[in-house]
């Protein structure tokens, strides 16, 4: 149950980050945000958390089969921060065809691994190895 609500509370952290982070971004660095946002509904919304926490849920149950290796929080924060990052520059791979701005592409970059990095510092409390010698 523990695993359970630090899945579904780094979730929360996350989605509420990413809202932030775009509404900083869109409203202080507003000549590099696109111009053809579109309408989002409450479904896309639901189906972001649904998409994050299906991702963050991956992302433990692979902690999870490597946790000998993660004995210490800061392997476990690492750990995290790399694989979000790489989903993070994954997500923006398409900034070589489609029409987003090369800067834009990079400051979503940045916030989402700074999302990361503070996702993986909250999973890292409530997943812990149970192996001697790991803390």
């Known amino acids: 149950m523990k695993v359970f609500f630090g899945l579904l509370f780094t979730t929360l952290v996350n989605f509420t980050c990413g809202l932030a982070g775009f509404y900083i971004a869109s409203n202080f660095l507003i000549s590099f945000v696109p111009q053809h946002q579109h309408t989002v509904s409450t479904y ?5 958390f ?4 299906t991702v963050i849920m991956i992302l433990t149950w692979i902690m999870y089969r ?15 921060f790399l694989l979000g990052s790489s989903f993070s ?23 989402e691994s700074i999302n990361w990095l503070i996702s993986g510092y909250l ?4 997943v812990k190895p149970k192996h001697l010698g790991a803390f």
Do not use: A, C, H, Q
């Open 44 to 48: 896309d919304f639901l189906w972001s």
């Open 50 to 53: 649904l998409l994050k926490f």
């Open 66 to 80: 490597v946790m000998s290796t993660l004995d210490t929080p800061k392997k476990r924060i690492l750990f995290i």
């Open 89 to 111: 520059i994954y997500n923006e791979v398409d900034i070589f065809w489609s029409n987003n701005s090369l800067t834009w592409s990079l400051i979503m970059i940045t916030g």
């Open 123 to 126: 999973l890292s409390k409530f």
